[in-house]
C-alpha cells in the first residue's frame, strides 16, 4: 500500500510539472463522452461559470492530471454553466451524494452550513492572500464543521476582492441608499447591502445580465472575472471598487462519497487539489483580474476608486452584520473567534 501511495503522489506531481509547462485551452468545456467502462471511480464536478472563469481553468487542470496520475482510474467529468443545475442545485447534490464534487463560491454554503457565512462577513479578513492562507492552512475550523453538513473541502480557491458593478457612481454611503444590488445568496452579504440601505437582490447567475441590462437591478457584487467572463460590461457605467473585501470559491466532495474511496486515492484528490489551487490557479487568477479590469475599461466601464471617507463610512455602517453572525449561535461565535484568532497571529 506504501508503495501504491508514493506511485499515485508521484505520478500527481509529475502530471502537474508536464501541465504548468504547456498552453491550455481554456475554451468552455462540458463533459466529453470518453471510454469509461475501465475506470473504477467517475467524479462529476459542476459549477455555474463557464468559459475563462478560473474555477472552469481549475476544473481542466485537476481533470488532467488526476486521470494521468491513475492511468485512467479516476475519469473526471466537468459540467460547467449549470449543467447539474442550479447553484443550491449543485450543493444538494454534493451533500445527498447524486453530484460528486462542486466549485463554486462560499456563499451558496450558508443555506446548508450556516457558519460558513463567515467567509462573507465585511472588513473580518484583510484581503485575497490572507482569507486564502488562512482557510488553506490545517488548524482552519471550517474544515471539520462543514464536513458536519456532508462536505469534503478539497480546497479553498483563491478569488479576488469583492466590487459593485452599476449604472451608478457610489461616493457615498448615500448614493447606495435604494439601490437593487445583486449579491450572492449569503444573508450576511445581504445584512451587509441592507447595513448601507441598499436592496440585496437574489437572481440565479444565469439571470444576471438580462436583470442588469433591463434595469431589473442597478448593480451587481461580485468580483470582477465573473463580471468580465459573463459579459456584464456591456451593461452598466461604473465598477466601484467598493466593498473591497476579499472573496473565496469552494472546492468540496461529498463526505460520504469520498470517505468510500481507498485511502491513497483520498490523499491523491486532496493533494491535487491544493498543488492545482497552488501552482496553476493562483498565477492565472492574478493574470485574470488585471485583464478583468481592462476588458471592463475597454467597454467604457469607469473604475471609481473609494475616498477614504466612504471606506471609513462602510466599516462603521457594517459593524452590525459582524454582531449578527456571532450572536445567531453558538457554531457561529466559536468559528468567528477561533479564525478571528488565526487572523491576529497571521503573517504573510
Known sequence: MKKRIMGVLLAAICAIGLIGCRNTNNSDTSAKKEDTTKASYIVRIGMPTAGKHFQNFTAEQYKETIEKATNGDIIVEIYPSSQLGTATQMIQGVQDGSIEGVMIPSSYFCSFAPASAVTDIPFFFEDSQQIYDILNTPDNPLNVYLEKYGFKVAAWLKNTPRYILSQKKYESIADMKN????????????????????SPQTLDPSDISVSLENGTVDGVETDVLFMNSTGLGASAKYLNKIPNTPMTNLFCFGKDWFDKLPKDYQELLINTANDIVRTQEIPYVEKQYNGS?????????????????LITELKEKSESVTDSFINESEENSEIYHELSEMILNYTK
Open 293 to 309: 479590469l481592462q476588458a471592463l475599461q475597454d467597454l467604457g466601464v469607469e473604475i471609481v476608486e473609494p475616498n477614504d471617507a
Open 179 to 198: 439601490q437593487k444590488i445583486w449579491c450572492l445568496p449569503s444573508r450576511t452579504l445581504q445584512k451587509e447591502l441592507n447595513a448601507y440601505a441598499a
